[in-house]
């Protein structure tokens, strides 16, 4: 074989075999390749987790037999989550004393990756690695406090809600005041569009035979009352009987 075509496979047999696979549940188990026996040279292996929304996840290892290194150049396991990479982890859990790796992993977000990598030799065939993963429910309402007055959490999500007199908005987070309908205007009507903190209702009465008396436009306050917008106060305008009306009646009574 001529001496290019050794080299071209020499550099085939030394790049890495690389394997990605998902995992979705809400718990599992995964380990390096070959696992109990040692695991192959230029090996990449990738793990991508993803558990539902509203769910954390955590991991664990409960076995890890990788060829120590410095900073684990060579061999090593390595986690990433929440934006965050992790140091990676080679060595051996079981005969170092001072193996120094946490006992969990947590993430608060619902993805997480792992990665294995092994360089071109691992002549004391070292085993690898046993992983275990859970998805954990997530507090959202300690985490973030998402919601405007009050934060329900529950398993695998959260809802919010409000005080009394005050309405959940259509974004599910908000609070606002919620005055109701307001108050019917004798011989008159009212015009509106919302109930909440802020907007208006204004009046009318039913022209040309009734006149309004007093301020015809009205919102609805902090204190969840509707409020004259001029006054500030709740006092309610009147129709009071127009000049075409009181024709009407002097007529009648003639």
């Avoid at 550099?11 to 075999?17: C, G, I, T, V």
């Avoid at 690695?129 to 919601?147: G, I, W």
Wanted: aromatic fraction near 14%.
């Amino acid at each position: 074989m001529p001496m290019e075509m050794w080299i071209i496979v020499s550099l085939l047999l030394m790049r890495p075999a690389f394997c990605s696979n998902s995992l979705d549940g809400f718990h599992g188990q995964f380990t390096s390749l070959n696992y109990p026996q040692g695991y192959p040279d230029n090996v990449q292996q990738s793990w991508d987790i993803q558990v539902p929304r509203g769910y954390g996840i955590k991991l664990y290892f409960s076995h890890i037999n990788i060829e120590p290194s410095a900073n684990c150049a060579y061999d090593y396991v390595q986690i990433f989550c929440d934006e965050a990479t992790h140091s990676p982890i080679c060595g051996n859990s079981k005969e170092e004393v001072d193996f120094q790796v946490p006992q969990e992993y947590h993430t608060t977000g619902n993805w997480m990756k792992v990665t294995f990598k092994s360089n071109f030799s691992n002549e004391e065939r070292h085993t690898g690695f046993v992983a275990h993963y859970a998805a954990v429910d997530v507090d959202e309402c300690k985490e973030e406090n998402p919601c405007n007055h009050y934060c329900n959490n529950y398993i695998g999500g959260f809802n919010c809600s409000c005080r009394p007199g005050y309405f959940l908005q259509e974004n599910q987070r908000t609070c606002a005041v919620n005055c109701g309908p307001p108050s019917k205007l004798t011989n008159g009507r009212e015009n509106f569009t919302s109930t909440v903190y802020r907007h208006w209702n204004t009046y009318s009465c039913e022209e040309p035979y009734y006149e309004l008396e007093g301020n015809a436009v009205f919102e609805c306050s902090a204190d969840a009352e509707w409020v004259d917008v001029t006054s500030g106060q709740p006092t309610m305008p009147k129709c009071k009987p127009g000049k075409y009306l009181t024709k009407y009646m002097k007529r009648k009574t003639t």
